[in-house]
């Protein structure tokens, strides 16, 4: 009979490998390892230079992996161990979900900046650009690299050297945009835009005069000083705004107001369609008939009508929703045949909610391009307002943030009117923008 794997001398015991780190295997792979152990084990010829040992480094010579890590599952087999797969580790914060739309609009415009300078940017170049602003995060080179790519960026080769370019559709959407928001403006339709952003009420000043000589509290009563400004104690509560402005001012009674309730990165998760379209309701028959309203890309300002068949969809359903829109097809046809009709007719049915609000008020949606902010005037107003805000900022509580924000009279019609013709500037500029890229890109030779 032969003999089961396991030691029988103390010359034949395996001694524990030496503490190191451990390769990760899950239990059929152990179980394989095991197996592999047995077989050679029991085929090993009984002559002198037969040994447990032997039989470890033969089997990490088969499956190639490490004596150690079959001594180690060998040992753990022998004690009576139950194999366990390793633990997985807790999901990942991806840095990508830490950032905000105007960190990804500014990294987007340093990008453009080379392109100004008619300069190839490069990895390097962007990060050290990036980093030299005191007021954007640091970045290494690999998280750029994700953000590049989230921002649909992309390496384009024309010649001999690649170069870092936008991706063809946001090239396009930039285009079409720039020349259809031209085309309102020679119409003499009117152009509001709209826009939500956040404020915490620890919101302050960064930098502030300080005395130096003051070391201590003691000190500071001793002389019948202070030891310096109240620091607000972490970032606290947020409030989320939107509102709607023009070269006139904000529109009346269009302000939204209210208190995050969510611990989340990203100020967008606070909104949802039907909370937007509801407040949009009231704000469309406050503006100008004919005229036009600049919207950006956030999912609660894309919600569609209704759903189109998609290949998650059963054939049954997709038969029963051809039918209903009196799209022809046949009975015989399968799945992704029904599917390919579907494609050719599903334009003529994804129709957004709010283009629909607005049409019937007369107002006409511009979509702004992803990630470019810049275009939209209310982010420059909301930069005057968030500094009034930390200039004024005393008790870091939420009433007083949100009575400091609601002062929106500081930002006049005139405050308005300069900054839509900042805008008007950079959209010249940007309309030059891609005739820059096509020139840096084909000079790389």
């Not at 840095?95 to 415009?109: M, V």
């Amino acid at each position: 009979m032969e003999a089961e794997p396991g030691p029988s001398t103390k010359k034949d015991t395996l001694s524990p490998p030496k503490k190191r780190p451990r390769l990760a295997m899950s239990v059929t792979e152990k179980v394989m390892v095991m197996n592999v152990y047995k077989h050679t084990f029991n085929t090993w010829p009984q002559n002198e230079y037969w040994s447990l040992c032997n039989c470890a480094n033969k089997t990490a010579e088969i499956l190639g992996i490490s004596k150690k890590t079959v001594r180690r599952i060998v040992m753990e087999n022998q004690a009576g161990e139950e194999f366990k797969s390793p633990e997985k580790s807790g999901p990942k914060t991806d840095i990508l979900n830490k950032l905000d739309e105007f960190t990804f609009s500014a990294i987007r415009r340093k990008v453009h900046e080379f392109f100004y300078r008619n300069e190839s940017p490069t990895i390097k170049k962007i990060v050290q650009a990036v980093n030299d602003d005191s007021d954007m995060p640091d970045f290494s080179s690999y998280t750029m690299r994700k953000v590049l790519k989230h921002l649909n960026f992309k390496y384009a080769t024309r010649t001999r050297r690649s170069c870092l370019i936008d991706r063809q559709d946001i090239v396009l959407w930039r285009k079409r945009y720039l020349m259809t928001i031209k085309q309102y403006c020679n119409e003499g339709r009117f152009i509001y835009y709209q826009d939500e952003t956040w404020i915490n009420e620890g919101h302050a000043v960064k930098k502030t005069w300080v005395d130096t000589k003051i070391k201590s509290s003691r000190e500071a009563f001793l002389e019948g000083l202070t030891t310096g400004l109240k620091n607000p104690v972490g970032k606290g509560k947020r409030l989320i705004i939107s509102h709607v402005g023009s070269e006139e001012g904000f529109v009346d009674g269009g302000l939204l107001i209210f208190e995050s309730k969510k611990k989340t990165e990203d100020y967008h998760d606070e909104m949802n369609s039907e909370h937007f379209e509801e407040w949009l309701r009231g704000i469309l028959p406050r503006l100008k008939e004919n005229s036009v309203l600049v919207l950006d890309n956030a999912p609660y300002h894309s919600r569609k009508l209704e759903q189109t068949p998609s290949s998650a969809w059963r054939k049954s359903n997709i038969q029963e929703w051809m039918k209903s829109k009196n799209i022809t097809f046949e009975d015989s046809m399968v799945k992704a045949e029904l599917l390919e009709i579907v494609n050719k007719e599903k334009s003529n049915y994804q129709q957004l909610a709010v283009e629909k609000l607005a049409a019937e008020h007369g107002v006409t949606i511009l979509r702004l391009p992803p990630y470019h902010c810049e275009l939209n005037p209310i982010e420059l107003v909301w930069a005057q307002v968030k500094g009034h805000v930390a200039r004024n900022n005393k008790t870091f509580k939420m009433n007083e943030v949100r009575q400091l924000f609601e002062g929106l009279q500081l930002v006049t019609p005139q405050r308005w009117s300069d900054c839509v013709q900042h805008i008007i500037k950079e959209e010249n500029k940007m309309m030059q923008l891609d005739h820059l890229i096509d020139d840096v890109s084909e000079d790389q030779g």
